[in-house]
């Protein structure tokens, strides 16, 4: 992923002439880690890191927040047999014991899928694209009691 990365509002996917197969995954509106599943049972996850950092220009912008806010952010990698087949990147500011999504520092290498769509108080909103060096890229944000997680994914060659 990119920390510069520019996306495109839902209304502009067209104009990124993603494949059939690509717009498929990209506007996939379910758990995306139950639907690779369904292709590759055997997914796992690598954590990549998490920790309470700055967030990228891109995701400081999309949430909002000020150049010198600190966010909860988690990375990870979902691979089949040794293969990478998404990078997942999710950021939650205003980090902190009360905040709603605090059990992600639990998930380890869980996918936070598992966590997501076992909520029913949650909105999304719609998602945004990208094109990357890598393939193809989507964000949104998941509210929660109000409170924001912006995951973003970025599909690679290998999916």
């Not at 909860?72 to 009360?98: D, E, F």
């Amino acid at each position: 992923m990119n920390p510069n990365q520019s996306w495109l509002a839902a209304c502009q996917l067209a104009d990124l002439n993603p494949s059939a197969p690509a717009r498929s995954w990209l506007t996939e509106r379910g758990s995306l880690t139950a639907r690779l599943r369904r292709h590759w049972p055997d997914l796992a996850v690598e954590l990549q890191g998490e920790a309470q950092q700055r967030p990228w220009p891109c995701e400081l912008d999309r949430l909002g927040l000020a150049t010198d806010s600190l966010a909860w952010v988690r990375s990870v990698t979902l691979h089949q047999a040794g293969q990478a087949l998404v990078q997942a990147r999710s950021v939650i500011p205003a980090w902190s014991q009360t905040n709603p999504w605090q059990e992600i520092e639990r998930l380890g290498c869980r996918p936070l899928g598992e966590l997501l769509f076992q909520q029913t108080d949650l909105e999304r909103s719609d998602f945004e694209f990208a094109r990357t060096p890598s393939g193809w890229a989507r964000r949104c944000v998941f509210r929660r009691q109000g409170a924001p997680l912006l995951v973003a994914e970025d599909f690679l060659a290998g999916l």
